[in-house]
């Protein structure tokens, strides 16, 4: 019999003094080998205390193993701030963050399917071309002549040497082209004077048109369509030249290049809305005709095993992938086939057997790119590790939950320690261990508010444990449409030729499992033209220096109001801009860097972390400065802004809408790099709101918020609706399908097992009915 070892002992997680972000003094013991979930609402904290100390000083002393060589080429990481950490094991993090949207990223690519595939046609392929390198997609076919030199100096003439890739010349590895639509760029009917180009900027009397009008290449005064070839030309594609144009000299270059140059290349996110909107829709990208779109040259895709090309095989869902990768029989590459069948039946496992390889990465919503990641985890033979996750379930329906259930539980099983910041009462319902923060958010949060079972979570009197068994009811009479919006052929990605009339004037719900075709249907169908708002998952941008009060525009009228007020310049009141501390360069804190150890923050002794000069500090409206402005929550400063002497009505309507949304409770110079994936959901929502619109489209509202918040939401999107917008939310939350007016539901299954709508009605009749998964699940939630 094994005598007890002393190393036994060593079964808890300790975290002792805990005071990252808005964290307290937070003392917490979590079970190691055991799933604990972390409850409380969006802000209290949870992330904090999770992935801001756990997993970041884990990390940290991961990285500390190495030496300092090596430590000098990889990122440094402060200490979190916290008294002490026992019992660390290596932290493995599964988060939301978006994978890259490199143009040549696929799922292929970022699991390394690609690179089992590539061996295996280059074993197998029929004819054989080369090696794995002609297979790939990012590596081009290259040629060279001329005189080698080897390794000791040795001299070879090489006539005709030729390096195999694999892609597309035409294309770049992209699998699409890039065009211009003229006519969005020039309106032919009209003369350059009368205003015939309509970029942004171009006004006929200013300078960037001047240099076309005096040019004397061609005709100021006739119409585009009047052209001739050469003046179409010169007006169009010129190459660069010297002219003269209003008695100096300066470079003359055609319109298409001068504006792919100096909007077209940039990165479109970086660009001012209104040129953002013109290079939007003036690009146009089309399939590639090269290669079909495929990414690959003529050669790879020549090359087959069994009649199927690589090419063929990414563009299979995975499902299809995993059945053609059974049949190869060869002893030669079994280990190979292994591979791959076990990467594919994970994908399966994890619910994205509907995607194909091909897919480019950066499209992948929030939940599909987490249980991408989740997909290394599965085949994984290390044990005693720390799982941190950060809400596993987005984007997940009911259906899909269970098996998401089911695979955390598998990966506490192996003897692994999971850690899981979730809000679905179905997530929370199968931990060992519930850790619930708050009782807030922000700075009313920040504490352990109960540590235990789920059974005591529920007996508790947190908000958490009153919510957990609350359930939204079907509305005793749903609002009759005012109008449809009708959807005919839609064939997009999965789409199976789908005709459907979205209901106008009332809350309309889109629900269907992961990959159905509910994005497919409302983003492919419904253009993003005037009156229409989206409110979709793709992550906010912001630095350090970024706050909600910048972010949303709210700074613009505060700095106006203060500037008037004291009659001075608006930017003294930016700490972007002239008002900045010299010393920190409005920062706030002074970071120094110490080679490879981590870099030190310290507040800036000059201006005590507040950011702006001592002189702007002493600059007030309505009795305060600009710096405690910033300092105040959202719900004070829409109360200080609304009336009184500080009245600004244009801040006021911006701060309403953050309060509408429920983030009252957060400062105005919070950075947005502290924010939790909740919060800047709802900081976008807030946003948009302020945009005039008739249709509002939003793409899962509920990401990231508490039980006790969805009530809130449900309760703005009746506003909207009230106030005669149309709301088109695509959700999986049963609440928000409870409270709709009207319920497309697509199915039956997920890639083309979906693509079809498989229930258009009210929730009640989809209850009644229960023909599909998701009348079956609301059934269950509503308690019919």
Known sequence: MVQPSIADNHDLI???????????????????????????????GKSSLVFGTIAAESRRLIDETYSTFVQGFMPSLPRPDVDALEGLTTAILVDQERLGANPRSTLGTVTDANAMLRSLFSRLGEPYIGGPTAFSFNIPTTRASGVMTGPKGERKIVQDAVYLGGMCAECEGRGTVSDIDLSVIIDESKSLVEGAILVPGYTADGWLVATFIESGFVDPAKPIKEYSEKERHDLLYKQTTKIKAKGIN????????????????????????????FVERAAVF???????????????????????????????????????????????????????????DSFVEIGLGYLSLDRPSGTLSGGEAQRTKMVRALGSALTDVTYVFDEPTVGLHPHDIERMNKLLLDLRDKGNTVLVVEHKPETIAIADHVVDLGPGAGTGGGTVCFEGT????????????????HRAKLKDGVRAPSGELAIRGATEHNLRDVDVDVPLGVLCVVTGVAGSGKSSLIHGSIPAEEGVVYVDQSAIKGSRRSNPATYTGLLEPIRKAFAKANGVKPALFSAN???????????????????????????????????????????RFGGLNIAEVLEMPVAEAHAFFASGEARTPAAASILERLEDVGLGYLTLGQPLTTLSGGERQRLKLAMRMGEKGGVYVLDEPTSGLHLADVDHLLALLDRLVDSGKSVIVIEHHQAVMAHADWIIDLGPGAGHDGGRVVFEGTPADLVSSGSTLTGQHLAAYVGA
């Not at 470079?251 to 077209?264: A, H, Q």
């Not at 789920?454 to 068994?469: C, I, N, Q, Y």
């Not at 920062?587 to 972390?609: K, R, S």
């Open 14 to 44: 300790r975290v002792h003094g805990a005071r990252v972000n808005n964290l307290k003094d937070v003392d917490v013991e979590i079970p190691k080998r055991r799933l604990t979930v972390f409850t409380g609402v969006s802000g209290s």
């Open 250 to 277: 300066v470079s003359y270059d055609g319109l298409i290049p001068k504006i792919r140059k100096s909007m077209f290349s940039k990165d479109v996110d970086s660009l001012q809305p209104h040129i953002r909107a």
């Open 286 to 344: 089309k399939t590639c005709p090269a290669c079909d779109g495929t990414r690959l040259n003529e050669s790879a895709r020549s090359s087959k095993i069994k009649g199927v090309s690589i090419a063929d095989v990414c563009a299979m869902q995975v499902t299809d992938a995993a059945a053609w990768v059974r049949a190869i029989d060869d002893a030669g590459v079994a280990p190979l086939v292994e591979g791959l069948r076990h990467l594919f």
């Open 454 to 469: 789920v059974a005591g979570l529920t007996a508790s009197d947190t908000l958490t444990g009153r919510h957990l068994g």
């Open 577 to 619: 801009s002239e008002g900045a501390c010299p010393t920190c360069k409005g920062n706030g804190m002074i970071y120094t860097e110490l080679g490879f150890m981590e870099t030190v923050a310290t507040p800036c002794e000059d201006c005590g972390g507040r950011r702006f000069q001592a002189a702007v500090l002493e600059l």
